[in-house]
Each structure stands twice: as structure tokens, then as C-alpha cells.
């Protein structure tokens, strides 16, 4: 592929003006005109991207099928993304959230690069500039009159063949975890640090419970109901300052402007065979204003957290009992 083709320069112009969104949106976030976090960078731009691709593709291919419009639109949304990542405009978490999105709304782009031109040649280059700038002039409009604001509930439970007490015993505090000990998941694969231990420094109501986390990633939970072998529920109080930078990526740090857990906590229960139901929910707050997208993202990283969490538990109490029942 010669670096002069219309499909070079797609790939080239589609890359740039990724890039320069980038650093624009970050620039103009302080004068309140724009946001990372916003539909307009967020879905517009990567349409913008998809749409630049296609449109030079028409410049030496207008056969196009509408898989390739779909497909080849990707293109500089890959190089766009590695670029940000390699410079660190953006971290791994970040981009793997946004991910599908830009794969997206970049093939919807391509598809109507594709529908424009194939129905006006003469005003292409117009639609283009139009296409472009959209993000640019709806961006202010977004961050200063639309809140999406939202708050829901994660809640996961997993079944523990131990007796509700020694269910409770692993609770307050939690040893040392070794890597072994979690299952793989896919907040490890994207970049979320891993719990390491938790420890309190009481019992009962008002008791603070420190959590700490992979990348010096601490926080703290304070105790607001506590019924042994029954429930134990807290809140969250987590400094976004006292996070380090490089942890967490900054649009999805703990406490920060956009996401934020709120409340969380354990409750217990029995089955009909005596087994422990262990049930853990946690309430989280969504600032961004992506709708269901962010709501799935939040889910899956929840759950996914959760399920990590209920399966050391389940696994510490099923050994520590069967420890008791050897030895007795």
C-alpha cells in the first residue's frame, strides 16, 4: 500500500483527527466546552474517523460492499487507539471500554461515508467538514445542559458448602491474597489492579475496614451494619487523590468525577442443606453520560470483581473447614 493512496491517506487523516479530538477535547475540558467522557467523544468522534476512512476509499474504489464500509472503517481507529496507548494519552482500561463503542460508531460512519457518496460526488467533501466538526460544536452543548446522572446495584452470590460461622470468619478481615487464589478475570486482562488483603481495625458499627489494592491502590469502607453471620454492610470512603495516577486509568478512578462506588456489603444465608448462600452487592454511581453502554461496562466489571471475591471467600472457608475436620 503505497503511503500516498486515498487508502493511505484515509488511514492518515482518519488517525489525526482521532488524535487531534484528543488533545483539543482535553484542552478545552478546562473551559468547560468539552469532556473525554461524552457522547460527543465518545460515539461522534469514531463516527467522524469511520466516516474520513471510507470517504478517500471512494476516492480510488467506489465498489465498495457495505462489509467493507463496516470493516475497513476500523482501521484508523486501531492505529488511533495503539497511538494513544504507546504515548500514554490513554490507559489500557480506558481504551478497552471504548473499544467496541469506536468499532461501532466507526462502521457507522463508513456506512454513511458510503451512502453520501455513492448519491453526491459534487458536496462530498462537504459532508465531511460537516461530519467532522460535529463533535466540536456539540460538545459544549453536552457537557453544560445534559446530565445522565444514574446510581444501581451489582449483586452476585455464590454457594459456600461451609457453615454460616466459618462463611463469617473470612469476612472483616482478609488475609494476605495470593495470585493462585483469584481466578482469572477480566479486569486482570484489561488492567485492574487485584485486592491484596483487608483488614479493620474494630468490629461493629463505625469500624473501618482498609482495603488494599495492587499499584498502592488503598481505600477504606466504613462499617454501617453489622449483624455477625447475618450481614455486614459499609460505605465507601475512597480519597481519588491518594490513588496513584498510574493505577487507575483517570476517567475511571475510584471516586473520581465519573465513577464512583457508593455502598457495598456481605449478607449471608442458608440453604436447605445447610450450605451458605454469600451474597455481595455493591451500589455504584455513574456520572458519564453513555447510558446503557456504561451501565453494561459497570456490570461486567462488577460481577466479574464480585465473582472474584465470592470464590476466595467460598474457597478459604470450604479449606478451613475441611482443615478442622481433618485434624479433628
Same mark, same amino acid.
Given at each position: 500500500m503505497q503511503l500516498n493512496s486515498p487508502k493511505s491517506i484515509g488511514i492518515l487523516l482518519g488517525t489525526l483527527y482521532g488524535i487531534f479530538m484528543r488533545l483539543f477535547v482535553e484542552l478545552v475540558n478546562a473551559y468547560n466546552l468539552g469532556s473525554l467522557v461524552s457522547i460527543s467523544f465518545m460515539f461522534l468522534v469514531p463516527v467522524a474517523i469511520g466516516y474520513i476512512r471510507i470517504h478517500f476509499e471512494y476516492n480510488e474504489s467506489k465498489a465498495l460492499t457495505k462489509r467493507q464500509m463496516v470493516t475497513i472503517a476500523w482501521q484508523p481507529i486501531f492505529v488511533f487507539l495503539f497511538v494513544s496507548v504507546i504515548t500514554l494519552l490513554e490507559g489500557s482500561i480506558c481504551v478497552a471500554m471504548a473499544l467496541p463503542a469506536f468499532m461501532f460508531f466507526a462502521s457507522i460512519g463508513g456506512l454513511l461515508a458510503g451512502f453520501v457518496n455513492n448519491r453526491q460526488t459534487k458536496n462530498a467533501n462537504r459532508s465531511l467538514l460537516s461530519i467532522a466538526l460535529l463533535p466540536v460544536l456539540l460538545s459544549p452543548i453536552e457537557v453544560n445542559?445534559?446530565?445522565?446522572?444514574?446510581?444501581?446495584?451489582?449483586?452476585?452470590?455464590?454457594?459456600?458448602?461451609?457453615?454460616?460461622?466459618?462463611?463469617?470468619?473470612?469476612?472483616?478481615?482478609?488475609?494476605?491474597?495470593?495470585?493462585?487464589?483469584?481466578?482469572?478475570?477480566?479486569?486482570?486482562?484489561?488492567?485492574?489492579?487485584? #485486592?491484596?488483603? +483487608?483488614?479493620?481495625?474494630?468490629?461493629?458499627? =463505625?469500624?473501618?475496614?482498609? !482495603?488494599?489494592?495492587?499499584? *498502592?491502590?488503598?481505600?477504606?469502607?466504613?462499617?454501617?451494619?453489622?449483624?455477625?453471620?447475618?450481614?455486614?454492610?459499609?460505605?465507601?470512603?475512597?480519597?481519588?487523590?491518594?490513588? #496513584?495516577?498510574? +493505577?487507575?486509568?483517570?476517567?475511571?478512578?475510584? =471516586?473520581?468525577?465519573?465513577? !464512583?462506588?457508593?455502598?457495598? *456489603?456481605?449478607?449471608?444465608?442458608?440453604?436447605?442443606?445447610?450450605?451458605?448462600?454469600?451474597?455481595?452487592?455493591?451500589?455504584?454511581?455513574?456520572?458519564?453520560?453513555?447510558?446503557?453502554?456504561s451501565r453494561i461496562w459497570g456490570e461486567v466489571i462488577f460481577q466479574d470483581f464480585h465473582h472474584s471475591l465470592l470464590t476466595l471467600m467460598k474457597n478459604r472457608a470450604e479449606k478451613s473447614l475441611i482443615a478442622v475436620v481433618s485434624y479433628n
Open positions: 445542559f445534559l446530565n445522565l446522572s444514574k446510581t444501581y446495584e451489582v449483586t452476585n452470590s455464590i454457594v459456600i458448602e461451609a457453615p454460616i460461622n466459618r462463611v463469617w470468619q473470612q469476612l472483616a478481615n482478609v488475609s494476605t491474597i495470593e495470585p493462585q487464589e483469584l481466578p482469572f478475570s477480566l479486569t486482570q486482562l484489561i488492567g485492574v489492579p487485584k #485486592p491484596l488483603e +483487608a483488614n479493620m481495625n474494630a468490629t461493629g458499627v =463505625g469500624a473501618i475496614r482498609t !482495603s488494599k489494592w495492587q499499584k *498502592g491502590v488503598i481505600f477504606k469502607e466504613v462499617i454501617t451494619d453489622w449483624q455477625p453471620n447475618k450481614q455486614m454492610l459499609y460505605r465507601f470512603d475512597i480519597d481519588p487523590d491518594a490513588i #496513584p495516577d498510574d +493505577a487507575l486509568d483517570k476517567h475511571v478512578k475510584l =471516586g473520581g468525577e465519573y465513577f !464512583s462506588p457508593l455502598y457495598g *456489603g456481605y449478607q449471608l444465608s442458608e440453604d436447605k442443606s445447610g450450605n451458605t448462600i454469600l451474597t455481595l452487592t455493591t451500589t455504584v454511581q455513574d456520572n458519564t453520560n453513555f447510558g446503557i453502554y
